[in-house]
């Protein structure tokens, strides 16, 4: 069983804007896309995805299941490496809920006054990264 180990896995390494935010093998990611949910595992075959505000789920070598919230970005799968470039990453301990709350009610707020196109859309990306903030924080306070 123990030979099994590394042919089943693939290197993850996720960079936020601001840092490396995880490197090292997984056995499967589930990540957020525009076209919908997408799950790799080892050897997949290679590709570019389009990420999209959300959570990634994903298992490391050692059975360690992970998840975080990450922003929009790219995926690139290539050579059994996966690479993600996002806007940010967070776990769940690192996640402000009240932040995230009351960026949710100004993102609302904003969304109900007049914008242009423009700020109309980064009003959505920011209703979008608070949202994906509460389902994570709210998530785990229901599991402990």
Do not use: W
């Not at 042919?7 to 525009?34: E, S």
């Not at 505000?53 to 975080?68: K, L, W, Y």
């Not at 940010?88 to 690192?94: I, L, S, V």
């Not at 996640?95 to 993102?107: G, M, Y």
């Amino acid at each position: 069983m123990a030979e099994n180990v590394g042919k089943n896995t693939f290197f993850l390494k996720v960079i936020a804007a601001d840092r490396v935010f995880f490197m090292g093998k997984c056995t499967y990611l589930v990540l957020p896309a525009v076209d919908g949910e997408h799950a790799i595992m080892a050897h997949h075959s290679d590709m570019m995805i389009a990420t999209d505000t959300g959570t990634i789920r994903f298992q490391t070598e050692d059975g360690q299941r992970q998840e975080a919230v990450i922003g929009t970005g790219f995926t690139q799968v290539i050579n059994n490496r996966v690479t993600i470039l996002v806007e940010f990453a967070e776990r769940p301990d690192e996640i402000d809920a009240l932040r995230a709350r009351e960026a949710k009610e100004r993102a609302e707020e904003q969304l109900r006054q007049k914008q242009s196109l423009q700020e109309y859309y980064h009003t959505q990306a920011s209703l979008a990264r608070a949202m994906a903030r509460l389902r994570m924080t709210n998530k785990n306070n229901i599991n402990n």
